[in-house]
T-cell receptor
Framework: DGGITQSPKYLFRKEGQNVTLSCEQN?????MYWYRQDPGQGLRLIYY???????QKGDIAEGYSVSREKKESFPLTVTSAQKNPTAFYLC????????????FGQGTRLTVV | DQQVKQNSPSLSVQEGRISILNCDYT??????FLWYKKYPAEGPTFLIS?????DKNEDGRFTVFLNKSAKHLSLHIVPSQPGDSAVYFC?????????FGTGTRLQVFP
C-alpha cells in the first residue's frame, strides 16, 4: 500500500531541544517537501528536495535542517534556533518536479512545552 | 509577498447548492494549478488540477475554472454535501515547488 508516512503524529519538545520529524515514502517519488501549517497562514514551505543528496531552502527555512540520504526518506530537524516551533508539520512528495500533484502525509503536531 | 491568495477565509453553503471557492495569483508564469481539501489534523488530499492551456477541468461534482487574464481560478462544487465541509487550499506550481494559498473553510449545512 503506497503512501507517505509521517511519524510521530504528536510530538512534545522542551524549549532548547532539537527534535527530528520522520517522513518516509514508498511511491518512488523524486521530489519531497516539508510544509508548516499555522492558523490563518496556509501551508508555508520549509525545505524541499528534487533528488537524493540535494535540497533547497523554502520560504521559512530558518531554524530547520533536513537531509536526503535516501530517495524514500526526508527527515526534518527542528532546532532550538526555531523561535516558534509549535505547529502542524506536513511532508509531501511528487513524481516529477513540475505539473504533477503532490501527495501528503498525515502530519505531525509539534508542541513545545 | 503572497503569490497565491484566497481572500475569503470562510464560506457557508446549504446542502445541495453550489459552492464557489476563489483564488487569485500574481505571477503570470504559473502554468499549473491545483486544489486540495483538508480536514483537521490530517494531510491535504488532492482534488483537481488545471493546466494553463485549459480554462476548465471537470471531475464529477468538482469543476475548476481558470481565467488567465484575470489571474484568477475558482473551484465549483455542485451539489454541495455535508462531507465537503473542510478547508480548501489552492496551489500554484512554481517550477519546482507548490505555493499554497491561506485556505478557505467551507461549511455545508443541511
Amino acid at each position: 500500500d503506497g503512501g507517505i508516512t509521517q511519524s510521530p503524529k504528536y510530538l512534545f519538545r522542551k524549549e532548547g531541544q532539537n527534535v527530528t520529524l520522520s517522513c518516509e515514502q514508498n511511491l518512488n517519488h523524486d521530489a519531497m517537501y516539508w510544509y508548516r501549517q499555522d492558523p490563518g497562514q496556509g501551508l508555508r514551505l520549509i525545505y524541499y528536495s528534487q533528488i537524493v543528496n540535494d535540497f533547497q531552502k523554502g520560504d521559512i527555512a530558518e531554524g530547520y535542517s533536513v537531509s536526503r540520504e535516501k530517495k524514500e526518506s526526508f527527515p526534518l530537524t527542528v532546532t532550538s534556533a526555531q523561535k516558534n516551533p509549535t505547529a502542524f508539520y506536513l511532508c509531501a512528495s511528487r513524481r516529477g518536479s513540475v505539473n504533477t500533484e503532490a501527495f501528503f502525509g498525515q502530519g505531525t503536531r509539534l508542541t513545545v512545552v | 509577498d503572497q503569490q497565491v491568495k484566497q481572500n475569503s477565509p470562510s464560506l457557508s453553503v446549504q446542502e445541495g447548492r453550489i459552492s464557489i471557492l476563489n483564488c487569485d495569483y500574481t505571477n503570470s508564469m504559473f502554468d499549473y494549478f491545483l486544489w486540495y481539501k483538508k480536514y483537521p489534523a490530517e494531510g491535504p488530499t488532492f482534488l483537481i488540477s488545471i493546466s494553463s492551456i485549459k480554462d476548465k477541468n471537470e471531475d464529477g461534482r468538482f469543476t475548476v475554472f481558470l481565467n488567465k487574464s484575470a489571474k484568477h481560478l475558482s473551484l465549483h462544487i455542485v451539489p454541495s454535501q455535508p462531507g465537503d465541509s473542510a478547508v480548501y487550499f489552492c496551489a500554484a506550481d512554481n517550477t519546482d515547488k507548490l505555493i499554497f494559498g491561506t485556505g478557505t473553510r467551507l461549511q455545508v449545512f443541511p
